[in-house]
C-alpha cells in the first residue's frame, strides 16, 4: 500500500505527529508502549497472520486487534462482504435484514440468547447490561472480579484488568465515587456470598485480561447457583471469549447458562460492534419494549454486521478444532524456547486462548488462578522479551497481561516461525 501523501515512512516521525494531535499518540490506551517502552510501530496494513509498519517492515502478528480479527487480517470473506455491503450505503438510521440475520447467528449459536441487541463496542454492550440488569431488577449493586476486564464502562472501572492494571491504576481519575459506590470487587475463582441486594454478578468465563486465566472447576457453576439464590443476574462477559473458543463461547464450554450475555470483538469481523444477548424477559426491559432505555445512531451498522456475518460463516466446528491445535502448539513453541534460555514463563492455554505469565514468583510452570498470581508477572522480564520479539519481526501486546490471539492466518509454518524467533529473543531477553 502506499502511505497517503505528506505521511513519512518513519514510525518515529508519524508517532511523534499522532502525539501532537491525539493524546499519547494513540486512540486506545493500551495501544502506548508506557508499559515495555520505547515507541509503537505504526501500522500501513495487515494480510493473514501479519502487519506491516510505515517503514515496511513486516510482522508475525499476535496482537490481532486484541481479538476482534480471528480469520487473519483482511480475509477475504470478510473484505468482499464489507465492499458489498458499502455500495449500498453505510447507514440509515432504519432496519436492515443484515442486523436480523447477524442476530439470527448469534441466537442460534448461543442459546441463552433469546434475544440480542446490537451496539458498537464492548464497552456499550457492558454498560448497558449494567443498566439493563439494574432495571430489570430494581436494585443497584454490581459484583465484578478483581483483574477482569469490562471496558471502559464507568461502573465496572471500580479495579480493572486490561489497560489499568498494566498501568497501575486502582480505579481512574474521572469516574466518580458514586459511579462505582454500588460496585463490589471480589476475587477471581472464589464463589462471593450475594445477598438480595446484588442486581447482577458480571464475570470474564475465561479471564484473558490478566494473562488467561481458567475459571476453577466449580467456579461459574457455583456462581449460577448462588445468583439463583438471591435472584441476582450473571452476566458473562464474553466479549473475548465468545465466538472464540468454539460456536457457543464459554458458556457451552463450560455448560453454565447466563442471564445475560455481553459480546464485542469476534462479532464484528474487525469493525466496530458490540452486543448484549439474553433471556427473552430480561432482553425486553430494553427500550422501546421496557423501561430501560437503549439506543445507538449507528448500532446495528450495515458494514459491522456484513463483516461479522462473514467471519461467523467461516467459523465452523473444524475451525475451532484447529484453532485450539494451534493454541496448543504456539504455547508448547514458546514454553520450549523460555525453557531452552533459562527464561522463566508459563503459557497457559484454555482451548482457542493463549496467555503469558513471566517469571519464576509462582515456580515455573505454574500458571495464576487470579489476580493477585496474575500480577506477580515479572513485568521487566515481559518488556524485554516483547522488544526482543519485535526485533526478531513478532508483534505481541505491548502489555503483559494481554491474551496472545491465534487465527486462521497462523499456519503450523508461522507458529513454527513463531518459536524459532522466541528461541533467540527468550536469549536476548535472559541475558539483560
Ligand atoms: C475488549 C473487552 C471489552 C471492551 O470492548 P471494547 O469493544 O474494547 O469496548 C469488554 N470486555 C472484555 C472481556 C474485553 O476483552
Keep these: 500500500m502506499t502511505l497517503p501523501p505528506g505521511v513519512p515512512a518513519s514510525n518515529a516521525e508519524v508517532f511523534a505527529r499522532s502525539c501532537a494531535v491525539i493524546p499519547g499518540g494513540v486512540n486506545s490506551s493500551i495501544r502506548a508502549f508506557k508499559a515495555v517502552g520505547g515507541t509503537p510501530y505504526v501500522v500501513d496494513r495487515a494480510e493473514g497472520p501479519y502487519v506491516w509498519d510505515v517503514e515496511g517492515t513486516r510482522y508475525i502478528d499476535l496482537v490481532q486487534s486484541y481479538g476482534a480479527i480471528i480469520l487473519g487480517h483482511a480475509h477475504p470473506a470478510v473484505t468482499g462482504a464489507l ?21 439470527e447467528e448469534i441466537s442460534a449459536r448461543v442459546p441463552s440468547c433469546e434475544r440480542v441487541r446490537l451496539m458498537n463496542s464492548g464497552t456499550e454492550a457492558t454498560s448497558t447490561a449494567v443498566r439493563l440488569a439494574r432495571g430489570y431488577t430494581g436494585r443497584d449493586r454490581i459484583v465484578i472480579f478483581h483483574g477482569n476486564f469490562h471496558g471502559a464502562t464507568d461502573a465496572l472501572l471500580a479495579a480493572g484488568g486490561s489497560g489499568v492494571a498494566t498501568l497501575g491504576l486502582p480505579g481512574t481519575a474521572g469516574v466518580p465515587a458514586a459511579a462505582v459506590s454500588e460496585t463490589m470487587v471480589v476475587p477471581y475463582n472464589v464463589v462471593p456470598q450475594l445477598d438480595e441486594s446484588v442486581a447482577a454478578v458480571f464475570v470474564e468465563p475465561v479471564a484473558a485480561n490478566m494473562g488467561v486465566v481458567a475459571p476453577a472447576p466449580g467456579f461459574l457453576e457455583g456462581l449460577r447457583a448462588e445468583c439463583d439464590r438471591v435472584g441476582a443476574l450473571l452476566v458473562f462477559d464474553e466479549v473475548i471469549t465468545g465466538f472464540r473458543l468454539g460456536t457457543g463461547g464459554a458458556q457451552e464450554r463450560f455448560g453454565v447458562r447466563p442471564d445475560l450475555t455481553t459480546f464485542g470483538k469476534v462479532i464484528g469481523g474487525g469493525l466496530p460492534i458490540g452486543a448484549v444477548g439474553g433471556r427473552r424477559e430480561i432482553m425486553e426491559t430494553l427500550s422501546p419494549l421496557g423501561k430501560v432505555f437503549h439506543a445507538g445512531t449507528l448500532a446495528g451498522n450495515p458494514l459491522a454486521t456484513a463483516a461479522g456475518r462473514a467471519a461467523l460463516a467461516e467459523l465452523t466446528p473444524a475451525v475451532y478444532e484447529l484453532l485450539a491445535g494451534r493454541a496448543a502448539r504456539l504455547s508448547t513453541v514458546l514454553q520450549a524456547a523460555c525453557d531452552a534460555a533459562g527464561f522463566p514463563a508459563t503459557f497457559p492455554v484454555v482451548g482457542t486462548l493463549v496467555g503469558m505469565h513471566f ?29 526482543a520479539m519485535l526485533a526478531e519481526g513478532v508483534a505481541l501486546a505491548p502489555g503483559a497481561y494481554e491474551a496472545l490471539f491465534v487465527g486462521l492466518g497462523h499456519t503450523d509454518d508461522v507458529i513454527a516461525a513463531i518459536g524459532a524467533a522466541a528461541a533467540r529473543a527468550a536469549r536476548v531477553a535472559a541475558a539483560a
Design 83 to 103: 465492499a458489498a455491503a458499502a455500495a449500498g450505503g453505510t447507514s440509515y438510521g432504519a432496519p436492515t435484514p443484515g442486523e436480523m440475520l447477524l442476530a
Design 359 to 387: 517469571g519464576s514468583a509462582l515456580g515455573n510452570g505454574t500458571a495464576p488462578t487470579n489476580f493477585a498470581e496474575a500480577t506477580t508477572t515479572d513485568e521487566a522480564a515481559y518488556a524485554r522479551f516483547f522488544h
